[in-house]
């Protein structure tokens, strides 16, 4: 299926949207080193961050606050001025960044942007959060981090604004970050119990960064493929987990590691995007039907002609459909 729908689209991008793939290959073949080090000074001098606003901006203002000052773990959040109803309270994403496990942060400009659009669309108060990055802290610094935030969250829920709702509580990601939510989601159900206002409702998993020992036949297809080559994912698995094959639990989720879903009981409500020019895809999928094989409640999204990241770049036409399909998962996973 997948291979008959690859035949049937070829991948037409916007020059605009291939000279910034071309400028991010160049920085990151150049930055990323197959021992799984990394040139951060590199990284650091081609970053493009922005800071926060606490005026609105195009409806939106934003604040980072801190969480552990110690290993510098710290969230931003978007708050959608205006946009919450009288007697009605907005929902809460907590998302979390792509970039390999290695790369970006929460103020990275790409997904400054992007949460202001889910803050919008949706709309929803979004707590982007951003946690330590592989090599210098390798797994479990991550799921740890992204714990921690929701656990701050739910015993200070005074940081969000009076119209937060926490008992709409929604975990999304992008890449690594749909890995990271994965994991989050299976934590948040285990301690579900001991949140005192957080309830986690869904699950957003977009193009999520999972892999194994196995080549599939999408890696195998688009070695060379915009954003996730061959290349980049070695480097970054080895950052990541060093020292271990990709048949790790926190790579291969649905491999011969992997925990037995069907124990845990109040895993949420699940929305898988897939891109049909995205190397990951099988992966993807694999994870999509062992939620279904696992009992769980799910849907997935496909969309034949897109890249890895694609809803990163507005001016692709599946980057609007995606945001439409969020705010339509939220909704329905409300629980009201």
């Not at 922005?50 to 708050?79: C, H």
């Not at 979004?126 to 610094?141: K, M």
């Not at 960064?209 to 698995?237: H, S």
Request: hydrophobic share 40%; glycine share 8%; aromatic share 12%.
């Amino acid at each position: 299926m997948a291979e008959k729908a690859y035949e049937k689209h070829s991948l037409s991008l916007p020059w605009k949207t291939r000279v910034l793939l071309r400028g991010l290959s160049v920085v990151s073949d150049t930055a990323l080193r197959a021992d799984g080090t990394i040139n951060r000074r590199l990284l650091n001098f081609f970053a493009f961050t922005v800071s926060p606003n606490p005026k609105p901006v195009r409806g939106v203002r934003t604040k980072d606050l801190m969480v552990d000052k110690t290993r510098r773990l710290w969230f931003r959040l978007f708050d959608p001025v205006g946009l919450a109803s009288d007697g009605v309270k907005l929902p809460v994403i907590f998302f979390f960044h792509g970039g390999g496990f290695a790369t970006l942060g929460a103020d990275a400009a790409v997904y400054d942007f992007a949460c202001r659009r889910f803050a919008l669309k949706v709309p929803a108060i979004v707590v982007s959060v951003n946690y330590r990055l592989a090599p210098e802290h390798p797994f479990p610094a991550q799921h740890e981090d992204g714990f921690d935030v929701l656990k701050y969250v739910d015993e200070h829920p005074s940081v969000l604004p009076d119209y937060a709702d926490l008992s709409r509580s929604f975990l999304a990601g992008d890449s690594a970050g749909g890995n990271l939510a994965h994991f989050m989601a299976v934590k948040a159900a285990q301690s579900s119990s001991k949140f005192h206002n957080l309830v986690v409702r869904g699950l957003i998993a977009i193009q999520p960064f999972f892999g194994g020992e196995e080549k599939t036949e999408a890696e195998v297809r688009l070695p060379n493929a915009p954003i996730i080559t061959q290349y980049r994912t070695d480097c970054m698995w080895r950052a990541y987990v060093p020292g271990s094959n990709r048949d790790h639990g926190a790579i291969n989720v649905t491999g011969p590691n992997a925990m037995d879903l069907r124990e845990v009981k109040d895993f949420p409500r699940s929305m898988v995007v897939v891109g049909g020019f995205d190397p990951l895809q099988d992966w993807q999928r694999k994870y999509y039907e062992w939620l279904k094989q696992s009992g769980k409640e799910v849907e997935l999204i496909e969309y034949p002609t897109a890249i890895h990241a694609f809803y990163l770049f507005p001016e692709l036409p599946e980057s609007s459909l995606l945001f439409n399909e969020v705010k339509k998962f939220i909704n329905g996973s409300s629980g009201q």
